[in-house]
Each structure stands twice: as structure tokens, then as C-alpha cells.
């Protein structure tokens, strides 16, 4: 075993995880789950059986990983953010046969208390903000904020906020990397030094 596993954890036979992961008091992972490298799963986290989890991502307490989510590298899951799996869960009715995919694609940050309504996707380097609920796909870089979340800006791949206006053309530089970002319409991209 290369990975770190706290004594109360429960590690069901079949589950992939990498090396150099830590998984924290009480946390679940049923065994159809596959774990990347270098991850941290926080006190009280469930990771269920079609759930997979790349490289680096951070997942803090309390955060249940439901069937048919993909979080990509460097994902960032914020205590007590919720996903779902079920668009119109009811107790008496069977709906494991509806399940809805959601994906949080690389560097996503999905903030404290957040919702993401399952069949979304979160774009690369977007940024969910602490107690939103996500009902539609956010773009690459996008900051969603609010309750349903609506976009009010955008985000570096660092985690600072660009001057640049919701749609439009324009550049704008990370305050703290330096890197630039480019809009046009409604998509911002990062991009390469020549």
C-alpha cells in the first residue's frame, strides 16, 4: 500500500487509489472506485462505486462522491459541497437506471456548501462559489456565484479574478502569475507564451 489510510476508513476490495493519497478519518470508498495520485480526502467522505477521481484533487469533509461523477486533475472540493446523481429523486420510485453524468474537469474549484445538480459540467479552471447551486454547464475559467449560480466573472488557472467583462473581446493578466487570458464572446482561453 502507497498510500496513506486512516484506521476507521473503510476500503472496500476493488477500489484503485494512488500513490501518495491520504484518506482521513471515516471515509468510504466502495470498490468500483478509482482514485488518482497525490489526492486528500477529508474526514467523512463517501466515494461511490462509478466515481473517478484523477490526480492531485482535494476533497474536504463531508463530501459525498456519487455514482457518475468524474472530477479531473486538480479538482478542489470545498467542505459540505453536494453533488447528486438523481435529477428528480423520489423515496418510493427506482430511478438507479436515470443516473445523470456530471464532470468537473481540470482545476475546477467547487466552493464550501456548493450544489452541482447532476448532468452539468464544470469547466477547466472554473470557479463555483461557496454555497451556489450549479444547474447548468459553467465554462472553462467562468466564476459562478448565487442561488440558481449565474456567471459575474471569470478566474485564472492561479484563483484570481481577471478584469475582463462577462462577454466581449478584451485581455486581461493574472495578478499574481502573469499569464494572459484572452476573451472573446463568452470564452476565455489562456494563452501560450511565444
Known amino acids: 500500500m502507497d498510500y496513506f489510510c486512516h484506521e476507521s476508513a473503510?476500503?472496500?476490495?476493488?477500489?484503485?487509489?494512488?500513490p501518495e493519497t491520504r484518506v482521513w478519518h471515516w471515509v468510504h470508498i466502495c470498490s468500483g472506485a478509482s482514485i488518482g495520485a497525490r489526492c486528500s480526502l477529508g474526514q467523512n467522505v463517501f466515494v461511490g462505486n462509478r466515481v473517478v477521481i484523477g490526480n492531485d484533487v482535494k476533497i474536504q469533509n463531508n463530501v459525498s462522491v456519487?455514482?457518475?461523477?468524474?472530477?479531473?486533475?486538480?479538482?478542489?472540493?470545498?467542505?459540505?459541497?453536494?453533488?447528486?446523481?438523481?435529477?428528480n429523486p423520489r423515496a418510493r420510485v427506482e430511478r438507479k437506471s436515470e443516473?445523470?453524468?456530471?464532470?468537473?474537469?481540470?482545476?475546477?474549484?467547487?466552493g464550501a456548501n456548493c450544489t452541482v445538480v447532476c448532468g452539468v459540467k464544470i469547466g477547466a479552471f472554473a470557479f463555483v462559489a461557496a454555497g451556489a447551486v450549479v444547474r447548468k454547464d459553467v465554462a472553462d475559467f467562468a466564476l459562478v456565484a448565487g442561488v440558481p449560480a449565474r456567471q459575474i466573472g471569470?478566474?485564472?488557472a492561479f484563483g484570481e479574478r481577471l478584469d475582463l467583462p462577462l462577454t466581449g473581446e478584451g485581455y486581461?493578466?493574472?495578478?499574481?502569475?502573469?499569464?494572459?487570458?484572452?476573451?472573446?464572446?463568452?470564452?476565455?482561453v489562456r494563452e501560450v507564451p511565444s
Open 172 to 188: 486581461a493578466d493574472c495578478p499574481h502569475s502573469g499569464e494572459r487570458y484572452a476573451l472573446t464572446g463568452d470564452c476565455v
Open 10 to 18: 473503510i476500503i472496500d476490495d476493488g477500489a484503485t487509489i494512488g
Open 66 to 87: 456519487y455514482d457518475n461523477v468524474i472530477l479531473e486533475d486538480g479538482v478542489f472540493c470545498g467542505p459540505s459541497m453536494v453533488f447528486t446523481n438523481v435529477y
Open 154 to 156: 471569470w478566474m485564472s
Open 99 to 110: 443516473y445523470r453524468d456530471t464532470l468537473v474537469r481540470e482545476g475546477a474549484t467547487l
